[in-house]
């Protein structure tokens, strides 16, 4: 196979963000992609061997990206309370800064393209948030719920803040930012 430009593949991919989050994964087809990449459909195929496999390589790429994001600057020797306040921050930026990925990350997660590849990697990139939040649970700080809920509460009130912030309902600084990590916070906490 022929090496891959990687302009042309990161071209690719950033057409595959605006489309998902202009009309739709579902609605996207290689032509589309193609086409919003500024390359040749031809070329897709050059380096892809179909619609799932693109969508595939880049979702993977895109997560890989997310969760190191979402992980930035985590100390580990700092308290439960701050770590998990430096990730839900770093989810909340993510999401105000990427909000085209993030709408395609999205989609595909939810869609029957995601392959068994991709979930996986998505449990394992997950990991070390989960096994953070299990050790908040086995020191009594966090709910005994599922850590999934826990997960899903954090994750769920960044999204939200990210899109009150991003609408303009809120503004960007630091009493939103309290707020909304104080009422994550609360939610998990024991």
């Known amino acids: 196979m022929k090496p891959k430009d990687e302009k042309k593949v990161e071209a690719i991919a950033a057409a595959v963000y605006r489309l998902a ?11 589309d992609i193609a086409r919003e990449a500024g390359v040749a459909t031809s070329t897709l195929y050059v380096y892809y061997k179909s619609r799932e496999d693109l969508l595939d390589d880049v979702y993977q790429k895109a997560k890989t990206a997310t969760v190191t994001r979402y992980a930035s ?25 990427n909000r085209q990925q993030v709408a395609f990350l999205e989609q595909y997660y939810h869609s029957e393209l995601l392959s068994e590849t ?59 930012r309290a707020n909304g990590f104080q009422l994550c916070w609360d939610a998990i906490r024991a």
């Open 73 to 97: 600057d985590d100390d580990p020797k700092a308290s439960l309370k701050a770590r998990v306040r430096r990730i839900w921050n770093n989810i909340v930026d993510n999401r105000i800064e």
């Open 118 to 176: 991709s979930r996986a990697l998505g449990q394992r990139m997950s990991a070390p948030f989960i096994e953070l939040l299990v050790a908040g649970q086995r020191s009594e700080q966090l709910k005994t719920v599922p850590p999934a809920l826990l997960a899903a509460a954090v994750m769920g009130l960044a999204r939200e803040t990210a899109l009150l912030v991003s609408r303009g309902d809120l503004p960007d600084d630091e009493t939103t």
């Open 21 to 31: 989050a202009g009309k739709g994964l579902a609605a996207v087809t290689l032509a």
